[in-house]
């Protein structure tokens, strides 16, 4: 490919600090999420390469292309309080165009001593990392159309697949504790073992659309796990934000979630990779919270981003962007039977209360409406729908957007723009031209207080009765008194898949639930 031969190397800052005693012996690898095989963050962005070594050796860092030429620069490594004591050293790359393969060599040199540590394979891309819970584990062999997906993998070796292993920490760790899978090239083995423990269908699937349109490497780090609550993943400083800093350490989580204490998963399955520079994030999550501090969770989400924005933006030394850009998922539909408003509140809080991403609250943020995908016969729970390429697909247009920048591409739903009470309709004017698939008796709610007594208010359907190219009427029959809000799909199971009764005419995007006064 053009890409292949593009290469130069640069180098910046080398530093080097204690981060533990290994007495005088002679210790020098990379970070432990550095491997043959992996991608790297093209331009603009700078790379960053780090590893443990001695204090006070000098470290040489080499880029050598296929034809074996390259670049090299030598700094001395920071002193530390105790000369031979194992340290951290971390060296910034200069811009790279995206290309590969690159064989990268650290040189650590003692005395007369001399260490070298090579990565094989090396290419530069976007590297992007997926976190959540388990509709982001879910399997490639899990989903819809699993065998045609697991017999193409092979078709991108140029996308890089990297899982950061199962772990808990009390406190924030400078590097994984394991790895579930060492940076590949894509296999049917490692996207579709049939558990939880091999790579995410959505992670996957969104770095394949990707790929497909951008034709450069693309390395997708996987760090989630089932059953986890948002506090979990979210530092100390998140929790006091929202007010959940006295939660204590042996909480209790709501059945069927894991007991995962705040903060752990964070410490041990984020903060670690903070050196990585990234592109950009997507989160699939928020089953756990539908039950265990939901009300918080328009504080938490957004408080989570921008602090996961704030520590890899230091972490990297300001190369993974200060706002990069985040997407997520909406939940899902769930238990279609059971009256139930936990997920339509998550699914709101989600948005920060707006309805739509990006939001004042949440900026460069783009989400995938995925309510209409709701998987009653799903072999894996009905919590688990198994329509990942949908979900995926919709993130990808979103990361169009959103994070490359392409003007043009449709990634949300039709939101509503303005309402007008008349008679006893109620008007909706919408930001995108409609389909509109049915009619429908009950998707909309609209709350009503008599006007006798304004304690006695109440949710009631308003019946879909018409429809122009952007705007819906709602009958008000149902309300005898005011009309003080109205609602769209707030139920755990809105429609069946792929018809709620609202879409955008061009693109085919669901439009999302709103709670509007």
């Given at each position: 490919m053009a890409w292949a031969v593009r290469w130069s190397l640069g180098f910046a800052l080398v530093m080097l600090w204690v981060c533990g005693g290994h007495g005088?012996?002679?210790?020098?690898?990379?970070?432990?999420?550095?491997?043959?095989?992996?991608?790297?963050?093209?331009?603009?962005?700078?790379?960053?390469?780090?590893?443990?070594?001695?204090?006070?050796?000098?470290?040489?860092?080499?880029?050598?292309?296929?034809?074996?030429?390259?670049?090299?620069?030598?700094?001395?490594?920071?002193?530390?309080?105790?000369?031979g004591i194992t340290g951290v050293w971390k060296i910034l790359l200069d811009p790279m165009h995206a290309g590969g393969p690159f064989r990268v060599t650290a040189e650590q040199k003692i005395a007369a001593a001399v260490d070298i540590i090579t990565l094989e394979d090396v290419y530069f891309g976007d590297v992007w990392l997926c976190g959540g819970q388990s509709n982001m584990e879910l399997t490639v062999l899990q989903i819809m159309n699993a065998s045609e997906e697991l017999s193409l993998a092979s078709n991108f070796p140029y996308i890089r697949l990297f899982q950061a292993g199962l772990n808990e920490s009390a406190e924030e760790l400078i590097d994984l504790k394991s790895i579930a899978v060492q940076w590949s090239a894509p296999t049917a083995e490692i996207l579709g073992k049939g558990n939880f423990t091999s790579f995410s269908a959505v992670c996957w699937l969104f770095g394949r659309y990707l790929y497909e349109k951008l034709q450069y490497p693309i390395g997708l780090v996987e760090s989630c796990w089932g059953g986890t609550a948002i506090e979990s993943w979210s530092s100390k400083r998140v929790l006091r934000k929202c007010g959940l800093d006295g939660v204590s350490d042996n909480y209790e989580m709501p059945e069927g979630t894991r007991h995962h204490k705040p903060s752990v998963l964070w410490n041990a399955m984020i903060y670690p990779l903070k050196r990585m520079v990234l592109k950009g994030t997507i989160w699939y999550q928020g089953e756990a919270n539908t039950d265990w501090h939901q009300a918080e969770y328009n504080c938490t989400f957004p408080a989570m981003i921008e602090d996961w924005r704030q520590v890899f933006h230091q972490g990297s030394a300001g190369f993974t962007g200060v706002n990069f850009p985040f997407g997520f998922v909406q939940l899902s539909a769930y238990r279609h039977v059971i009256p139930d408003d936990s997920f339509p509140w998550i699914r709101w809080h989600q948005t920060a209360d707006f309805g739509y991403a990006p939001n004042p609250k949440m900026r460069r943020t783009f989400m995938a409406v995925a309510m209409d995908l709701g998987d009653k016969n799903s072999p894996f729970g009905i919590i688990h729908p198994r329509y990942k390429r949908d979900v995926a697909y919709r993130l990808y247009l979103g990361a169009r957007a959103i994070a490359y920048g392409e003007t043009g591409v449709v990634f949300q739903g039709p939101f509503p723009k303005h309402l007008q009470l008349k008679d006893k309709e109620l008007s909706i004017v919408y930001s995108q031209e409609l389909a509109v698939l049915e009619l429908s008796e009950d998707i909309f709610e609209v709350y009503c207080c008599t006007k006798s007594n304004t304690s006695s208010c109440n949710w009631f359907p308003s019946p879909m009765v018409d429809n122009s190219s952007n705007a819906l009427s709602l009958s008000l029959e149902q309300c005898r008194g005011k009309v003080y809000g109205v609602r769209y799909a707030w139920k755990e199971w809105p429609c069946a898949l792929k018809k709620c009764p609202i879409y955008a005419k061009s693109s085919g995007l669901p439009a999302p639930t709103f709670l509007l006064p």
């Open positions: 005088a012996e002679s210790r020098f690898y990379f970070g432990s999420y550095y491997a043959s095989h992996m991608v790297l963050q093209q331009q603009p962005s700078r790379a960053v390469v780090w590893g443990y070594g001695v204090v006070g050796a000098k470290v040489t860092v080499s880029v050598w292309a296929e034809d074996d030429t390259y670049s090299q620069q030598i700094t001395a490594v920071s002193e530390g309080t105790s000369p």
